[in-house]
Structures are given as C-alpha cells and as structure tokens.
C-alpha cells in the first residue's frame, strides 16, 4: 500500500515517531500539524530535533477537519491567552489552508473508556478517585484512570501510593528492608543538580517559591511579588522600581540567594533595563511587545506571534499582563 503524502496530527513523542516512521515506509512526505506552535508541543526537544533532522515538515497553528480527495482541510490558529496548565489556547481566526494529504495518523493521545467503570457500578468524577479508592468498598483505582496519560515516572509513583493504600485500607503493614529506601541525602548525593545552597539562578528557579515566600514577606517596598499563575502556581515577580536594594530579602532567602539580583525582573524604563544588567526580565515596550533580557541574552519579543521566549517565561509576562497591569503603570 502506498502511503502517499502523510500527516499526522499532534504534537507529541508518539507524533514525533508516527511522522519519522512514515517516511521510513516510503511515504512520499510526512507532516506534522499542531495546532499550537512548536515551543508548546509536548515532545521532547530531542524527540522534535531528530523528526526535523529525518525531513519531517511541520505545520504549527492548524487544526484538521476533514481529509478528501488527497486534501487535509484545516483551521487556521493563533495562540490566545494560557489556560490552566500555562500554555497559550489556540483560537481559530476564522481562515483555513489545504494540505496535500492521502494518509492521516491520529497521535492525539488516547481517552480512558470509562464504560467497564459504568457498568460494574465504579463512578468517577472528571479528575479521578482521590487517594486511589473508589466508591466501592475494597476496589481501588490507579494510573491513566485516576489522572490520564502520565509518564512512566508518574505511573511509578502512583504504583507506591496505590501500594500504600491497598495496604492502609486492609491495615496491613510489610516490613521493607532497611536499603530499600534512600536518605534525603543519598537522593541528593545521587542527583547532582539538586544542590540545595545553590543559587537561586533566576528563570531556572522559577519556581523556588514552592518552599517559601520570604522575599515578598519580608521586602518593606514590595518588590518581590507573589504572582498567581494560570495553573494555581506562584512566581515570585521583582519589580525592579520598587526596590531600593536594602538586601532584606537576600538575608531571608533559604537558598542563599539574592532575590532582588536573580528573580525574574518587572522594568519601567530603558535606562533601569540596561541599568540592572544582572537581571534577567522584561521591559513592555508598548502594545504586546516585550524587550527582554535572559541569561544575558537581550532581545525582542512580541506576545501576539512567535517569538523567542521559553514558554514557562512566556507564562510569566502573560500573567503580569492579564492580571497583574498595574504594576506596568
Ligand atoms: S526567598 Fe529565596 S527561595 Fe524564597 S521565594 Fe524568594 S528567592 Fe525563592
Ligand atoms: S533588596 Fe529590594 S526586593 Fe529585596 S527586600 Fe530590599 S527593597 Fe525589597
């Protein structure tokens, strides 16, 4: 059988492995169409580097909606404000484009088919069972049911909390043996980039706040800010006019850091952007472009079309944007 022009839809490991197998099978080209961009796709960077090395094309901001006559009938996209998880939604823009299609392959990812649930009387609400049980006394729940696709890692972790429950339902206990389980400091020992004194080092520890949030606490001219993401998170934000440099919050700070020097900064002028050039941050420029400056790299970036930022960064600005305007005033 002749495969003909392929595409395939979606943006993940499997997509990645569908569009390179295809033209490892003879397919006369191999598509890829996401209807986000490349930065949000959920494959791994190595993943999307080696289908780009094989010849695989991409087609970012569409969405399919129907294949005949050799052509894949698209949406076009464009990325709206993010959503829960802290990517960028795609919004249709009401145009469409046609693609040279004769094969499609759907790697979307897969649902959970909950009837086996429905029938044997199990019931399950959109996020899951909590703590892996049931409604039904002695049935438990774990995995893709609980909480959908996940990683291998996520699965394992969820095999131990499963284990545990199964164990503390029955009040059943087992003896581990005592090397079964690392020490805080062997785990750390064994993962060299958990370096606890390490520095906060700005947009790699985004998320330092997850054990504090001493540096808003304790700033007297509030300029470290707690900014509530999209997704729940918090990220602490330093506004760089606010801050007189007191070093208050570098006393506090657990890690050793100085957060008014390495948080991800909030700028008001060019002259205080290249003024504080140890700072990684962002300067509005005016309707939704950004000067930006990360790991000593300074450069533009337009928050309504691509653009060079990391997409957790990205989250950042768009969050100080929606919500948090008036600290740009
Ligand atoms: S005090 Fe230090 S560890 Fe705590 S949120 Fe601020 S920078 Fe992060
Ligand atoms: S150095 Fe700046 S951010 Fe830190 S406590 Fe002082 S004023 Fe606040």
């Known amino acids: 059988m002749s495969l003909g022009h392929v595409v395939v839809v979606g943006g993940g490991n499997t997509a990645m492995d569908a569009a390179r197998v295809a033209l490892r099978a003879g397919a006369k080209s191999s598509t890829l169409v996401y209807r986000r961009t490349k930065k949000y796709m959920p494959a791994d960077a190595e993943e999307l580097e080696l289908a780009v090395a094989d010849g695989v094309r991409f087609l970012e901001l569409v969405s399919p909606v129907e294949q005949k006559n050799g052509t894949l009938l698209c949406k076009r996209m464009k990325l709206g404000e993010p959503d829960a998880s802290g990517r960028r939604v795609p919004v249709e823009t009401g145009e469409t484009v046609e693609i040279n299609c004769d094969t499609v392959v759907s790697a979307v990812g897969e649902q959970v088919d909950t009837q086996f649930l429905t029938d044997n009387g199990i019931k399950l609400d959109n996020i899951g069972c909590p703590a892996f049980i049931t409604n039904l006394e002695g049935v438990f729940c774990g995995g893709d049911v609980r909480r959908g696709p996940a990683t291998v890692v996520e699965c394992i972790a969820d095999a131990q909390g499963f284990a545990n429950q199964v164990l503390k339902t ?133 928050l309504d079309g691509e653009n060079a930022l990391p997409k957790d960064i990205e989250c950042v600005v768009l969050t100080v944007f929606s919500r948090y305007g008036y600290l740009m005033g």
Not at 209 to 234: F, H, K, L, T, Y
């Open 170 to 302: 029955f009040r059943t206990s087992v003896n581990f043996p005592k090397d079964a389980r690392s020490s805080r400091e062997e785990a750390v020992a064994k993962r060299g980039i958990l370096c606890e004194s390490a520095k906060c080092e700005g947009e790699r520890c985004l998320s330092c706040n997850v054990v504090c949030e001493s540096c808003a606490d304790v700033c007297p001219n509030r300029a470290n800010i707690s900014i509530e993401m999209p997704d729940g998170r918090r990220e602490i934000l330093h506004v760089d006019r606010m801050c007189n440099e007191c070093g208050n919050c570098a006393v506090f700070c657990p890690y050793d850091s100085a957060p008014y020097r390495e948080k991800f900064t909030l700028f008001h002028s060019k002259e205080d952007f290249d003024e504080t050039e140890g700072n990684s941050g962002f300067l509005p420029l005016g309707g939704r472009k950004v000067l930006v400056r990360l790991g000593g790299e300074v450069f533009e970036a337009d």
